[in-house]
């Protein structure tokens, strides 16, 4: 069965139409209106907060970093090292974090604690701890692989631009001096350490018997 023919008429266009001059003009009206209205609320301080209210009609640039948005609790920042009472890092050096890490970006060169010391016997520190920031991807498995608690990515700060390759890679020093989005230094965990009140005094020279 032979298929009906359809004949289309071809669509007629008037000159100005064909020339485009008139929605180029449109086109060119809604940029300049949200141009003047955004510089007017710029201008006059009444430009709608893009983190409060994402949604109202107007100005919606973030002016970072003076205006930041709101990070979920999980939100994964530059790296910290947390303290102990004196000030001392919390890790072990067990190396559990720089196994676990898919980047290999973090070095541990671990030591014992000279004689005398509560924690001889029990852990070790970490003469250096290294991490290059470059290399990580930020999946967090350190964190989670820490059984002290030790290491942290809730500093709730970006990596920011820096000049040169060295000034990513961050030394104990560095993890130390950066502080929680809490503006401590510490742990919310507990840990008996060694030398408390609570601590069961079982190390690796003595099992408590």
Known sequence: MAGKTVVLKKTTRTLAEQGYLLEVAKGLGVTLKHFFKGTSQLAT???P????DPYADGCATLEYPEEKR???DRWRGVHRLTHREDGSPRCVACLCCSTACPAQC???KPAEYPPGDPHRGYERYPEEFVID???CIFCGFCVTA???DAIRMDSGIHMTALGDRASFVYDKA???SIPGKDGTFKSANPRHEPGDPTHPGVDRLHDGH
């Open 133 to 135: 920031e470059l290399r």
């Open 146 to 148: 820490c059984p002290c």
């Open 45 to 47: 301080g009444h430009k």
């Open 174 to 176: 560095k993890l130390l």
């Open 106 to 108: 973090i070095y541990i």
């Open 49 to 52: 907060s893009p983190v409060t």
């Open 70 to 72: 709101p990070y979920a």
